[in-house]
């Protein structure tokens, strides 16, 4: 059973004067999440993320396709049961404090009273708040409020957490904290579904990612499957490379540069990466370091959604 499937979801939003105005935000998207996984869907502003999110939660009706979380076809408002959820842009009431935010949004949630300071306190701890838990929230950093927003998600100890923009304005620090938290919550078996467009970040956690262009899936993978297109290496040698040894090794690489006291060979395979390392021996050249150079996901992303663009 997956935690979350989506069958050829699809969302067309009618506005203005008789609904003439049509956004198709999400066109026939279907993707699986395994329980247990960090997933990711990537995509750039208005791509459809949160349309994705919202209709998983039945907080916005699909136009065509269909969708179940934890094998319970939607829309089962029952399901919400099961999730937490972090809204982007979410706004807490200014009056309350930290601490009455919880309280409140696990009153909603039905948590057992006896157990509510227990998990408020714990929660607190976690997101490291407990030392602002009395202060009112119209007085709390961006940060601390997305902090406090990851508690408030998981104040009914979900089973998958749906997390939209879980990191926007938190400083860096902040943001290596909640990957943290959000590692430690994977090993405890949760499933989290994390939209995000910090790429840089996503691919630091993620067991899986999919990009989202305008409503479409561009990709679905692991992040090394997304990244792995570019096979460059980076030599580095002892003094110079002679100007036929580098003729000779562009004869059979896919390119080759050199800068000071380092080469970037583009290699198929291995193999070809091999045989530039024996053609810099049989000529003297002394090694002292090979690194595999990886495109970043930022990149790969970038190259994707421009090459969507260009259709
Ligand atoms: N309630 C709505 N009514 C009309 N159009 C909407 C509504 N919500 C979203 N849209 C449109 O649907 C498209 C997808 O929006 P969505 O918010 O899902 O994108 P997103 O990927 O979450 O973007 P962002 O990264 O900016 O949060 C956009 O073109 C948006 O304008
Ligand atoms: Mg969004």
Redesign the pocket.
């Known amino acids: 059973m997956f935690a979350i499937e989506s069958e050829e979801l699809s969302k067309v939003?009618r506005?203005g004067i008789f609904r003439r105005q049509e956004?198709a935000?999400?066109t026939g998207f279907s993707i699986q999440v395994a329980p247990g996984q960090i997933f990711s869907l990537l995509?750039?502003?208005?791509?459809?993320?949160?349309?994705?999110i919202?209709m998983l939660l039945s907080l916005?009706s699909p136009t065509s396709g269909s969708a179940s979380i934890l094998g319970q076809k939607l829309p089962d408002v029952r399901v919400r049961e099961k999730v937490g959820y972090l809204p982007?842009n979410h706004r807490y009431p200014g009056y309350l404090t930290g601490d009455q935010v919880l309280r409140y949004f696990g009153e909603l949630g039905g948590a057992p009273p006896g157990a509510m300071r227990g998990r408020i306190d714990s929660l607190l701890g976690l997101v490291g708040l407990t030392q602002w838990r009395t202060m009112k929230v119209k007085k709390y950093s961006k940060g601390m409020l997305q902090r406090l927003g990851l508690a408030q998600a998981l104040m009914n100890e979900p089973e998958i957490l749906f997390l939209?923009?879980p990191t926007d304005g938190v400083d860096p620090v902040g943001r290596k904290e909640i990957r943290e938290i959000l590692k430690d919550l994977r090993q405890k078996g949760k499933t989290i579904f994390l939209?995000s467009?910090l790429l840089s970040e996503v691919e630091l956690i993620s067991d899986r990612v999919a990009v989202?262009d305008r409503?479409r899936l561009l990709k679905v993978g692991t992040v090394d499957e997304m990244t792995a297109a570019g096979q460059a290496y980076v030599i580095g040698i002892g003094g110079t490379l002679p100007e036929s040894v580098a003729l000779a090794a562009r004869a059979f690489v896919m390119g080759l540069t050199q800068q000071g006291e380092n080469i970037t060979a583009e290699c198929r395979t291995t193999a070809e990466l091999n045989r530039v390392i024996d053609l810099l021996r049989a000529n003297n050249v002394e090694i002292t370091s090979v690194i595999r150079q990886r495109n970043t996901l930022e990149e790969s992303f970038i190259s994707l959604i421009a090459k969507e663009a260009r259709k």
């Not at 995509?43 to 994705?52: D, L, S, V």
Request: glycine content about 16%; aromatic content about 8%.
């Open positions: 939003y506005n956004v935000a999400l995509g750039p502003n208005g791509a459809g993320k949160t349309t994705f919202k916005a982007e939209d923009e939209n467009h989202l409503g």
